[in-house]
Nanobody, 126 residues
Framework: VQLQASGGGSVQAGGSLRLSCAVS????????IAWFRQAPGKGREVVSC????????YYADSVKGRFSISRDNAKKEGYLYLDNVEPEDTSLYYC????????????????????WGQGTLVTVSS
C-alpha cells in the first residue's frame, strides 16, 4: 500500500510542471487525494485536495488560478498541474490520502491523512 509522487524538477518562474501520484495496493475510489508541500525550514502545508469521485476540489489561496488538481481512478493516479510557477512554490511536494467522507475546508487538515508518498522536489528559479 503506497503512494508515489513524481514529476518534480527545476523550472523557471512562469513555467509549468505536472506532478503525478501513483497509487498501489488500494482502490482510489474511496479516498480523497491531496497534495501538500514543505519548503526548507517551514511546516507542511496543503496545496490542493480532490474528492473521491473527482467532482469537488479545494485549493490553497496561494495557488488558486495557477494550479489544477485532477485524478484518474481507472489508472489509480492523481495529478497536480503547476502553471505560472513562482520562486515561492519551491518545495518538496507530497501526495496523501484520507478516507474522510465530508469534503469541506476541513479536508485541508494534514492530520486527516493516513498515507503519504515520499515527495518530489520542485525548484523554481527567478
Amino acid at each position: 500500500v503506497q503512494l508515489q509522487a513524481s514529476g518534480g524538477g527545476s523550472v523557471q518562474a512562469g513555467g509549468s510542471l505536472r506532478l503525478s501520484c501513483a497509487v498501489s495496493g488500494f482502490k482510489t475510489d474511496y479516498f480523497v487525494i491531496a497534495w501538500f508541500r514543505q519548503a526548507p525550514g517551514k511546516g507542511r502545508e496543503v496545496v490542493s485536495c480532490i474528492s473521491a469521485e473527482g467532482g469537488r476540489k479545494y485549493y490553497a489561496d496561494s495557488v488558486k488560478g495557477r494550479f489544477s488538481i485532477s485524478r484518474d481512478n481507472a489508472k489509480k493516479e492523481g495529478y497536480l498541474y503547476l502553471d505560472n510557477v513562482e520562486p515561492e512554490d519551491t518545495s518538496l511536494y507530497y501526495c496523501a490520502r484520507t478516507r474522510r467522507s465530508l469534503f469541506d475546508s476541513g479536508v485541508a487538515s494534514k492530520g486527516l491523512y493516513d498515507l503519504w508518498g515520499q515527495g518530489t522536489l520542485v525548484t523554481v528559479s527567478s
